[in-house]
């Protein structure tokens, strides 16, 4: 199995006949994810990849059966496109769009929470079920299918973990992005509440960073949880009040620290690992 998505999810990619929409579907086709139209307003009836392109959102769920979105969008727009998506009925948004305006992020993940739509993003990598379906921009040569649930605020960081993973022979069930910025749909809770319900998952990484309680919120979950968590945590040598790549990397007021963090989730029973390529270890010391 698999979470949020899988080899049945029909995929819309909005933003189709830009550059970066039309390279990532050509990837997420070549990862096998069933891609069925396209929206860029103004070039309905193209096609890309021989692909069907639609003027709306609206008018491609009217002619195909469509799970989830991805964005491709420009962060003014990127706004109007998520609503259109949701109102449309689409259940999972993908929003890899990046330096969307806060209040604007506000407003996408409460209208969503009220139309029961998932969001992973804003400003996140997107989201893999290894082996099944692959929707946003991660290198498809790092995911393969396995028994390790990844999470993770970080998307380089990640590619570097599940690849380090793979190398070891350690598949992944699914990999999600959270999204770097301070409002994004889904937190560490959610997913590893999905995770903790999923029989093909063994056991999670969880990749965070400074900034925030996400982390330690998470810490609170993974007492109740049954199965092992691993985590990595980046920016242990940021100075105070300097934002560190993503919007939510940030500590202030002495909160969010690096070892904060690291306390909260040993607290918790989680494995740390001091630097990324000691995951797959640890992760094979707590399957034996």
Not at 5 to 28: A, L
Not at 106 to 132: H, Q, W, Y
Not at 191 to 205: H, M, W
Request: charged share 20%; with cysteine; net charge neutral.
């Amino acid at each position: 199995m698999a979470i949020i998505i899988n080899e049945k999810t029909n995929v819309i990619v909005q933003g189709i006949t830009g550059n970066q929409g039309r390279f990532h579907t050509c990837q997420m086709l070549a990862y096998g994810t069933k891609i069925v139209g396209g929206v860029s307003p103004g070039k309905g009836g193209q096609e890309v990849e021989g692909i069907p392109v639609y003027d709306t959102v609206y008018e491609a769920v009217d002619n195909q059966q469509v799970d989830a979105s991805v964005l491709f969008i420009p962060a003014p727009f990127a706004k109007d496109a998520a609503f259109e998506a949701i109102t449309a009925g689409v259940k999972v948004l993908v929003i890899v769009t990046e330096h969307i305006p806060v209040h604007d992020e506000m407003d996408i993940v409460e209208l969503a929470c009220r139309k029961g739509t998932t969001v992973v993003g804003p400003n996140t990598f997107g989201i893999v079920s290894s082996g099944k379906c692959k929707i946003g921009i991660p290198p498809n040569q790092f995911f393969v299918e396995g028994p390790i649930g990844v999470v993770a605020r970080s998307g380089t960081l990640t590619y570097e973990i599940v690849g380090n993973l793979t190398a070891n022979g350690l598949g992944q069930s699914t990999v999600v992005g959270l999204g770097g910025d301070r409002v994004v749909g889904l937190s560490f809770v959610d997913v590893l509440e999905k995770f903790e319900k999923d029989p093909q998952t063994r056991a999670v990484v969880l990749v965070g960073e400074i900034g925030g309680n996400a982390e330690e919120e998470a810490s609170l979950y993974i007492k109740k949880m049954t199965k092992p968590v691993v985590a990595y945590i980046a920016g242990k040598s940021a100075p105070p009040g300097k934002r560190m790549g993503h919007a939510g990397a940030i500590i202030e007021r002495g909160k969010g620290t690096f070892n904060g963090k690291v306390e909260a989730l040993q607290a918790a029973g989680a494995k740390v690992a001091t630097l990324p390529f000691e995951v797959p270890e640890l992760i094979r010391q707590i399957l034996k």
